[in-house]
Nanobody
Framework: QVQLVESGGGWVQPGGSLRLSCVAS????????MRWYRQAPGKERELVAQ????????RYTDSVRGRFTISRDNAKNTVYLDMNSLKPDATAVYYC??????????WGQGTQVTVSS
């Protein structure tokens, strides 16, 4: 079955950096786009970034563009989210997602990111 396992979350001070990883299994990873979502306390889950199967097309939500980088290593079945210049409003649970037919499909368990001083 499909499994998505995130790691790399934690606490960081404003201005700091974190790298999130998501290891996928149970499907042919390189054939699928992958996404990172986040859900802050009291807010709806939002799409942060997306990368196509070959890594050619990448999209970001406006609030993270220029500070976050999504990438993937298809040999390792892993998608990454590098987060720089973190702000307190980045505090959220971050989820790895495999979209199906353009809609959110399979989810990981999430990893907590806390940005505070």
């Amino acid at each position: 079955q499909v499994q998505l396992v995130e790691s790399g979350g934690g606490w960081v001070q404003p201005g700091g950096s974190l790298r999130l990883s998501c290891v996928a299994s149970g499907f042919t990873f390189s054939r699928y786009a992958m996404r990172w979502y986040r859900q802050a306390p009291g807010k709806e889950r939002e799409l942060v970034a997306q990368i196509t199967g070959g890594g050619v097309t990448i999209r970001y939500t406006d609030s993270v563009r220029g500070r976050f980088t999504i990438s993937r290593d298809n040999a390792k079945n892993t998608v990454y989210l590098d987060m720089n210049s973190l702000k307190p409003d980045a505090t959220a649970v971050y989820y790895c997602n495999r979209p199906l037919l353009g809609e959110p499909g399979d989810w990981g368990q999430g990893t907590q990111v806390t940005v505070s001083s």
